[in-house]
C-alpha cells in the first residue's frame, strides 16, 4: 500500500507554520545575565521581545541521528552600545556541529572556542555559515531590521547555556562610530 500526503510543516519566506511548531519568545527580562551594561539594562523595559524562535522538532530532544530545523528572529536594538542578540549555547555534545542561513536582515555570528578565543561571521541574506563542534555560538542584530535566520542542527546535539551564563563570552559586539565592533570583554 503506498500513500500520498500533505507535508508535516511549511517554510515559506521566513515563515514557519504547521501544526508541530514550538514558539518561544526571549525578552530583556529573560536575558539579565547575557547583555553587558547592566545601568543600560535596568533603564528599558522588561517584556521588551529581543527575538522568537520557531522550530520543528520531528523527534525527541536526544533522538540520536535525527535532525531539528529552526527559524530565529532578532528583533533591531541595543543595550546601552551593544546589539540586541540570542543567549547563546555551547552544544551539551560539544562535538555537534550545526549550520545557519541567513533569510533576511544583516548582524553577526559570533562564536568562541573552548579556548575562548571569539571571531565573528558577518550575516547578510544568503550568507551560509557551518558552526563546527566544539564552537559557543550567538548572533546578533546590527542592522535597523529584523534579522532571521534558519538553522539545521543534529536531534542530540542539547543545549549548554550553563557556561555560558557563568563566563559570557570572551567578545562582545558593540557599535563603535556606526559600525559593529567585536571588543574584548
Ligand atoms: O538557544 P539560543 O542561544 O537562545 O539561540 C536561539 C536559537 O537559535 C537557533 O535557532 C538555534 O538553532 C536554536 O537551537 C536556538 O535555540
Ligand atoms: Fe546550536
Given at each position: 500500500m503506498s500513500s500520498i500526503n500533505d507535508p508535516a510543516v511549511l517554510f515559506q519566506g521566513t515563515t514557519l507554520e504547521g501544526p508541530e511548531i514550538d514558539r518561544v519568545t526571549r525578552t530583556l527580562?529573560?536575558?539579565?545575565?547575557?547583555?553587558?551594561?547592566?545601568?543600560?539594562?535596568?533603564?528599558?523595559?522588561?517584556?521588551?521581545?529581543?527575538?522568537?524562535?520557531?522550530?520543528?522538532?520531528?523527534?525527541?530532544?536526544?533522538?540520536t541521528a535525527g535532525l531539528f530545523f529552526g527559524i530565529t528572529y532578532i528583533y533591531p536594538g541595543k543595550v546601552g552600545t551593544e546589539y540586541?542578540?540570542?543567549?547563546?549555547?555551547f552544544h551539551?555534545?560539544?562535538?555537534?556541529?550545526?549550520?545557519?542561513?541567513?533569510?533576511?536582515?544583516?548582524g553577526m555570528l559570533i562564536l568562541m572556542d573552548e579556548d575562548r578565543q571569539t571571531r565573528a561571521e558577518k550575516m547578510y541574506p544568503g550568507s551560509l555559515h557551518y558552526i563546527?563542534?566544539?564552537?559557543?555560538?550567538?548572533?546578533?542584530?546590527?542592522?535597523?531590521?529584523m534579522l532571521v535566520f534558519s538553522a539545521f542542527w543534529p536531534s542530540d546535539a542539547g543545549h549548554d547555556y550553563q557556561s555560558i551564563s557563568e563566563k559570557g563570552f570572551s567578545g562582545i559586539l558593540v557599535e563603535q562610530n556606526g559600525e559593529p565592533v567585536l571588543a574584548s570583554k
Open positions: 527580562g529573560d536575558l539579565t545575565d547575557v547583555f553587558s551594561d547592566k545601568d543600560a539594562l535596568a533603564a528599558m523595559a522588561a517584556d521588551q521581545k529581543v527575538y522568537d524562535v520557531a522550530c520543528y522538532f520531528p523527534v525527541a530532544d536526544g533522538t540586541f542578540m540570542t543567549r547563546g549555547h551539551q555534545l560539544r562535538d555537534r556541529g550545526e549550520f545557519y542561513h541567513c533569510l533576511e536582515g544583516e563546527p563542534g566544539h564552537t559557543a555560538h550567538r548572533t546578533a542584530n546590527t542592522g535597523n531590521s
